[in-house]
């Protein structure tokens, strides 16, 4: 892999594949190429730290590929997409209508097949949704959430679809807000169930042990997908799936999948709260008509019943403010509480006012870094 950080004008032959490993820029300057299915018009496109892009190309293809620290290329004979994708395209494309959930551990390519996946819907002009409950590494919303929305195109990536609705979490780790994690997924698939319409779902990477395994035959049971796709360690799916009392079509990682480092994973998700985060400012809320809880615990905040130092120890929260009907609107940073004034100072964007603020277990520092868990 070629590492630099500078811009580099690339060639690549037909029939290849231009691995890109960001931070990066790529730019399409000449020729026909594409990216997981979709085709790859004359713009930028982003490659996030601790992410991978493949880009096929259809026809000789001119390059610039702007790297950062740590990023790098390389070019690659053929297709990095598994065969056994294509087989897993084709039974979505025989089910016509219904739910698809990927199950899988980290870090080996469940966003890249419900990318794949999608794209392949998109090209045929079905009707297809995404449901992104990787909590941890959600791409249609900042860690914490999850969110769902209409595939309208093929997209080089899921954070380009545009989600319709998003909900709070509160925690990245689904240990211990399973039952929450699995509540919101058939919200959202049910929210977007219609005929002609193929859910995919995607899932976290949390198998390993068997609290996980426990967990997600729990998910399969209730959430009854048309199709589980399980992909990477065939063992240890085998066993969720068959628990559940479901079938599945065991899928193939790439080669290529690169495992992300600690520091990766904290960046991404610093990364994805400082989006949502861009234009935040201080907001004073009056809490007397918006309530207020935990949610982890779901139990109401009392402001006159909670000691100082529960107070305290709730600087610097992740928050989700909540419509009418628990769909996330904003996510915030809590600065402080006031109980003698029934106040709350929050660091968030917009305009309206919630229904409910919801406590979540992770805390922000100045940069939007994770410092601690509550």
Not at 104 to 125: M, P
Not at 311 to 326: F, P
Request: net charge negative.
């Amino acid at each position: 892999m070629c590492l630099t950080g500078t811009v580099r004008a690339v060639r690549v032959e037909a029939g290849k594949t231009l691995l890109v490993a960001g931070p990066a820029s790529v730019e399409l300057l000449e020729g026909t190429a594409s990216v997981l299915g979709a085709p790859l018009d004359y713009g930028k496109i982003a490659v996030t730290r601790g992410k991978q892009t493949p880009i096929e190309t259809h026809s000789a293809s001119s390059f610039r590929v702007s790297i950062g620290q740590d990023a790098g290329f390389e070019t690659l004979d053929g297709s990095t997409i598994p065969h056994s994708w294509h087989e897993a395209a084709a039974a979505l494309t025989e089910l016509q209508e219904g739910t698809a959930i990927v199950v899988g551990g980290v870090d080996v390519g469940k966003s890249t097949l419900c990318t794949f996946l999608a794209n392949r819907l998109a090209r045929e002009q079905r009707g297809a949704a995404v449901v992104d409950a990787d909590i941890g590494q959600t791409d249609l919303g900042p860690p914490t959430t999850m969110a769902a929305g209409n595939v309208t195109k093929p997209v080089p990536n899921l954070s380009l679809i545009e989600p319709s609705e998003r909900l709070f979490i509160g925690s990245t780790s689904p240990s211990r807000v399973t039952s929450k994690v699995i509540r919101g997924i058939k919200k959202l698939i049910d929210r977007h169930t219609e005929p002609g319409r193929l859910v995919i779902v995607n899932t976290d990477g949390w198998v390993d042990g068997g609290e996980a395994m426990e967990y997600k035959a729990q998910m399969l049971k209730e959430v009854q997908p048309d199709i589980t796709l399980g992909i990477g360690d065939t063992t240890r799916i085998s066993q969720i799936v068959e628990a559940a009392g479901q079938a599945a079509l065991l899928v193939g990682s790439p080669d290529t999948i690169k495992e992300r480092t600690h520091l990766d994973r904290r960046e991404l998700r610093a990364l994805g709260y400082r989006k949502y985060l861009a234009n935040a400012s201080i907001r004073l809320f009056r809490l007397a008509g918006i309530a207020l809880c935990d949610s982890i615990s779901s139990e109401p905040l009392s402001l006159n019943r909670l000691s100082p130092s529960r107070v305290q120890a709730l600087r610097d929260a992740i928050v989700g403010l909540l419509s009418a009907d628990d769909y996330l609107q904003e996510i915030g940073v809590l600065r402080e509480v006031i109980p003698s004034t029934e106040t709350a100072k929050i660091l968030c964007p917009g305009t309206s006012t919630p229904a409910k603020i919801e406590v979540g277990a992770v805390k922000l520092d100045n940069e939007a870094r994770e410092v601690t868990y509550a």
